[in-house]
């Protein structure tokens, strides 16, 4: 049978049609001033995304760029920074932070669950050495949404610095940089931005760039104080991504255009449409209670594998999901993406594909209207609106 392929993995992730045409347009010079015209047009567009009254940064490399870039950049080898380690890039922070020779404390949190803001709380209060407290908005191996606004009120009580890996969070689910005191927030391209891998953005508070600029260059290839000198002039330090550039440029376009709130509204009617029809089939969602707005996982059940449902998936209906990551997950769950370029009709195709693939492997399916409780479930979660809790402030 002949389908249309479907990518709903938590990234890479669809690519509007203006999108790659920006991306495949002509070549121009990164020294010239036509990119000069692009990157102001694109820094004002993210200091709209990322909420914030500072310089954003396009860093040319991954997501995880950006985290070594926030290691390396904020902090010196010897200090201690608190690391919220709940799913595999939890542990990614406290890896970059072992490299750079800091002293990670590590505040462990069940797989699947979300960090109690108190416990950091009570860790900075034991520990006045703390220097920075390394956290996902977004934990994408698991799909849990920590809470960063609480987080940021209470180590804003301490000279701790609070960095976000905003990586499957920014342009998916509120996380206003400056009205939230967040001091270091970052992304990378290839998820709700709506562009291939490799591009890396972040942005520091005023006092994060104070411990920057204390510290001077981290890093020699993500030396972040050369970067804002290059930044303030239209640049970027080493050779610019031109062309990612290019499509960041046009996404930003397109998000401004329907306006963030409504780009937010989407996303949580996908994670509402995502989660009631993976309880009408009669399964376990994986982040129970505080959960991403950009992807779902499903816990399956003792027996069955995550591979072959997959390889199910996308050869019999066309549509590509991914499994866990880190160890025991690996099998144990299957990831749904629903971020960026993607609608209700993709989700429900994604729904369909997962249910056949299940029954097909042997599962028992809850229900046959599961793709109904699912569309009333996103009916309903756009009529209502997102959280209020999440609304942004005019």
Known sequence: ???KQRLLTPGPTPLPESVR????????????????????????????????????????????????AAVNGLFAPGEKVLVVEGGHFGRRWTELALAR?????VL???????????QAAQALDEDREIA??????????????????????????????LVV????AVSVTPCPMDAWGIDCLLTGSQKGLMLPPGLALIALSPRARRKMEALGSGDAYFDLPAEFAANAKGQTHF????????????????????????????????????????????????????????????LLPPGMEAAPLLAAAEKQHGVVMAGGQGGALKERIVRIGHMGYVDYADLAAGLYAFARSYQELGGF?????YLEQALEAYRTALDEGIPAAYLLKK
């Open 1 to 3: 049978m002949l389908n």
């Open 239 to 298: 050779t610019s991504s031109v062309s990612l550039s290019a499509g960041l440029r046009e996404s930003l376009r397109l998000l401004r255009a329907v306006g963030l709130d409504t780009v937010y509204r989407k996303q949580w009617a996908l994670a509402q449409m995502a989660r009631a029809g993976i309880r009408a089939l009669g399964l376990t969602l994986f982040a129970p209670e505080h959960y991403a707005w950009g992807l779902t996982s499903v």
């Open 165 to 168: 890996d905003g990586i499957s």
């Open 132 to 161: 920075g407290v390394l956290v996902q908005h977004s934990e994408t191996s698991t799909g849990v949404l920590h809470p960063v606004r609480e987080l940021a009120a209470l180590v804003r009580k301490s000279p701790a610095l």
């Open 365 to 369: 399916l809850g229900c046959r209207n």
């Open 21 to 68: 045409l920006a991306v495949a347009a002509d070549m121009i010079h990164h020294r010239k001033a036509a990119f000069r015209a692009m990157m102001e047009e694109i820094g004002q567009g993210l200091a709209e995304l990322f909420g914030t009254a500072e310089p954003v940064l396009p860093l040319s490399a991954s997501g995880t760029g950006a985290m070594v």
């Open 101 to 105: 020779g800091l002293r990670p404390v």
């Open 108 to 118: 462990a949190v069940e797989w699947g669950r979300a960090v109690d803001p108190a």
